[in-house]
């Protein structure tokens, strides 16, 4: 569109300038001041030309600033969804060793699952979970669960661990874990 505009205002500025250049008395229609008019139309044509294609830059990169906005959005969304999977998967494996008695391996995940539920604490995705009461239990418990694994480990007295409390809040947050998962996989958000 931009290409067509100016040729087409090329054509007509041309055809101004011939018709200026004939307007003139006998004397002046030189071909120093033809070239001299043509120069003059030519640097304002360019000027305008310019201007036009600063206008398509800035709209480009308007449209290419929204672009990788959405692009950051969605990949910060699946971040955060594959965030959320690993901390289910963590609690599966927590489980499994709680059930088969490996309180060792049980503490190790425990303390990962931890530190994967701190992490999401800051993705700014998740922020509208993790600032409800509900996640902040999680991580209460989890670390509860994880003094008490830890402590009956070094009291080498594994029969003061309540395995199914334990269990019971990893349900609880494979729960919760899923919920916020399913939102954000299902339900269109704002994300800054």
């Known amino acids: 569109m931009l290409r067509k505009n100016s040729i087409i205002i090329f054509i007509i500025g041309i055809l101004f300038i011939t018709v200026i250049f004939y307007q003139l008395p006998k004397n002046d229609k030189t071909t120093l001041v033809y070239i001299s008019l043509f120069g003059s139309?030519?640097?304002l044509f360019g000027l305008i030309l310019a201007y036009y294609q600063i206008l398509s830059l800035k709209q480009l990169s308007i449209k290419t600033e929204k672009a990788v906005t959405i692009s950051n959005q969605r990949l910060q969304k699946v971040l955060s969804i594959s965030e959320l999977s690993k901390s289910k998967k963590l609690v599966e494996e927590i489980q499994h060793f709680l059930h088969s008695d490996n309180f060792s391996g049980a503490l190790i995940r425990l303390t990962d699952l931890k530190e994967t539920l701190i992490q999401t604490k800051y993705n700014e995705s998740l922020e509208k979970?993790?600032?409800?009461?509900?996640?902040?239990?999680i991580l209460t418990n989890t670390a509860i669960d994880i003094n008490s694994i830890n402590s009956s480990i070094i009291?080498?007295?594994?029969?003061k661990i309540d395995k199914?409390?334990?269990i019971n809040n990893l349900e609880i947050?494979?729960?919760?874990?899923?919920?916020?998962e399913n939102e954000l996989k299902f339900k269109d958000h704002d994300i800054r």
């Open 129 to 137: 979970f993790t600032l409800l009461k509900a996640y902040k239990t």
């Open 173 to 180: 947050t494979k729960s919760k874990l899923i919920e916020f």
């Open 155 to 159: 009291k080498k007295s594994c029969d």
């Open 164 to 166: 199914a409390l334990i």
């Open 41 to 43: 139309f030519l640097s």
